[in-house]
């Protein structure tokens, strides 16, 4: 294998681990925010199709080993590929919660607002939760009574609210609707995406 074919080789892993990286952060992404746990199947996906594409790297590094130093960069793209896939896949889960919300609440704010003064709920809201001036329109309705909202608090209190990745949620706002506040995101104004256990 001669250094021309080496530098096709390179090219060709780099394209791979490309689109393995951004298809899987799609793929991982959309599925996390209409399936919810059916994510963790994306993930698993992801995780093999990642480790084979790893295999097809080692091997054409293992074909080219008389090259030397060279032949071994042939596995650095899926390496830095899966390096970027372990660092994006706590912001893609999180913002994949998230924004399912915000246009949610973007496309359908008034429906919410008429809500709040006693109106109808807006289209797929099946309940309303009320404490104080706050109000949980229920998204959905996870496993062992985890559920997720979007919350009207005109106090906006609930931006301290920022338990993702096991950061403590204050106090005051620690029990609300019933339920732990797991964490909330502020979308727009006084209204929240907010996760309850």
Known sequence: MGGGDILAAFRAQSRRAALWFGVGVLSIGIANALLGLVSLLAVATVAI????????A???????????????SLVAPMLAAAVLMWLAIGP???????????????RERPAYEAALQGGPLPGGIASVAREGSRSAFLLHNG?????RAI???????????????GRRVPRDIRRLFGSETQWCQRLDGAWFHCHFD
């Open 92 to 106: 893609v889960f999180y913002w994949s919660h998230v924004v399912p919300s915000w246009v949610r609440l973007q």
């Open 58 to 72: 080692g091997g054409w590094a293992w074909r080219a080993r008389a090259r030397g130093m060279a032949a071994t």
């Open 143 to 147: 496993m062992l009574g985890a559920w």
């Open 151 to 165: 919350v009207h608090d005109p106090s906006g209190r609930l931006r301290a609210a920022k338990g993702w990745g």
């Open 49 to 56: 199709i990642g480790i084979a594409l790893a295999g097809d």
